[in-house]
């Protein structure tokens, strides 16, 4: 287990690595694509920028930033094709992997994102740009089948110790991906007349993500053995009560199957309108720091790495050892808990930057800090309490036989729709809370955010059982 665990937390690094270099280069890619296709009105970026400017314009009337903002919301909607792609295809990767195997289901999705990576070396048009997020969003599974195989290899009890090293992977790749993105940026490559060919402005970034894509891809096929039906037996513990063995972690094996049903059903939607607004806290900080306190690109860089970097060592350091005395249903909560404490610290921050700057910046770091806990605790806990309702599989002890599975407790399956509910909150999350807070303003859009959040952590408190 220990081995599956160390190859596939390695994997992870490499493809979160990979994906997140891109991240803060949207906004000069669109600037690049714009300057060379401003001449060509009817071209597929003028389109979109007239649609977007459009829609823009029903919430927020123009200003001396109208067309940067308007190059930030495309660079925003780019996040959420993909996302929007990740939660049409994430059920049936889901389900092909239970058919098939993860390994070979990985592997093949595998090659679609390699192909995403070659497309944006030679994109020398948006249109050629978007296609490789389209192929890269259609193709991406690394993640959710990382998940199914630690919870193949792992049993109930200490199933959210094994999914914390899915935490710990974004959290470290979120902190080094944007920078070493944003400064291979600035090393072109030569002029397109040296070999004949012109590449994308960013085509350094984009060769180190396909070699990344590549040694993930290598290093799957070498170390990676197929997991699926390799279930291991749960430890028999007579203290188990009411579905909860003597650590705090959920077994659900008391609970009828309509039951998981309906819990898997619960954290679908909790997972759905968490994101949605958690992901547009996260798309607008950039915003309120722009706008309240004039900051460049490498004060936000600062800003979002340090909550990576806090998130990171709560992830080690506290949530994989606290997760298994109180349990998966009641870190989540504590995590929604504190991101409604985000909210009002950022609620409140703009009313005294013109009065009181330094207060308003601790607002700031303590609301960074609470986002941090949030994104230590929120995602893995829910994935960890979606997984232990899932049939285990595996073969019989007496008979060696394959354990029946139902249908919808499938692994790959009900994995694949939680996180599909996910990523339709990080598609619509970001864009609902841009033209909030372009038409009533930070204080209003944080405050409401933040009302909801509390809302969403009390009606928790059914499904964490305290």
């Avoid at 029903?58 to 094709?81: A, E, N, T």
């Avoid at 936000?300 to 050892?321: D, E, K, P, T, W």
């Avoid at 601790?362 to 609470?370: E, I, K, N, S």
Wanted: glycine content about 8%; overall charge positive.
């Amino acid at each position: 287990m220990a081995k599956v665990e160390t190859i596939v937390f390695l994997s992870l690094v490499l493809d979160l690595f990979a994906f997140t270099i891109p991240l803060p280069l949207f906004p000069r890619l669109i600037e690049w694509y714009t300057t060379r296709e401003i001449s060509n009105s009817n071209g597929f970026l003028s389109q979109t920028l007239r649609f977007v400017s459009a829609i823009r314009a029903l919430f927020y009337k123009p200003s001396l930033h109208s067309q940067k903002w308007d190059i930030v919301l495309l660079g925003g909607l780019m996040g959420s094709v993909f996302s929007l792609l990740q939660f049409i295809v994430s059920p049936r990767i889901g389900s092909l992997s239970d058919k098939h195997g993860r390994r070979k289901v990985l592997l093949f999705t595998m090659i679609g994102n390699i192909l995403s990576a070659l497309v944006w070396i030679k994109s020398t048009t948006f249109a050629s740009y978007m296609l490789s997020r389209v192929i890269g969003g259609l193709s991406e599974g690394n993640v959710q089948l990382a998940i199914a195989i630690l919870s193949d290899v792992t049993t109930p009890e200490n199933r959210s110790k094994a999914l914390a090293h899915v935490g710990i992977a974004f959290a470290i790749c979120f902190c080094i991906g944007p920078p070493i993105g944003a400064y291979f940026a600035s090393k072109p490559l030569p002029a397109a007349n040296t070999f004949g060919i012109e590449f994308n402005i960013y085509a350094v970034p984009a060769i180190i993500t396909l070699i990344l894509l590549s040694v993930e891809t290598v290093f799957l096929i070498v170390a990676l053995p197929e997991t699926r039906g390799k279930g291991i037996k749960p430890v028999e513990n007579k203290s188990k009560s009411n579905g909860k063995s003597t650590n705090g972690a959920t077994i659900p094996k008391s609970k009828t199957i309509e039951q998981r049903i309906e819990i898997l059903q619960s954290l679908r939607t909790l997972h759905l309108l968490f994101l949605g607004i958690f992901s547009g806290v996260e798309f607008t900080l950039t915003f309120l720091t722009f706008d309240l306190f004039d900051w460049d690109n490498k004060q936000n860089g600062m800003l979002i790495g340090s909550i990576g970097i806090i998130s990171a060592l709560l992830q080690g350091g506290y949530v994989r050892r606290a997760t298994s005395k109180i349990g998966e249903g009641v870190m989540a909560r504590r995590g929604v808990s504190s991101c409604a404490l985000a909210l009002v610290f950022l609620a409140i921050l703009p009313i005294y930057v013109s009065t009181n700057l330094t207060l308003a910046l601790r607002l700031l770091q303590l609301g960074a800090v609470c986002m941090a806990f949030t994104s230590a605790t929120v995602v893995t806990s829910l994935t960890a309490f979606a997984s232990l309702q899932c049939d285990e599989g595996g073969f019989d002890i007496t008979t060696g036989k394959p354990v029946k599975v139902h249908p919808q407790l499938a692994k790959g399956k009900a994995l694949g729709k939680f996180r599909s509910s996910g990523q339709l909150g990080r598609a619509i999350g970001p864009l609902i809370a841009c033209a909030s807070y372009w038409t009533v303003g930070p204080i209003y859009t944080y405050a409401t955010g933040a009302v909801a959040m509390f809302a969403l952590s009390m009606h928790m408190r059914k499904i964490a059982g305290k």
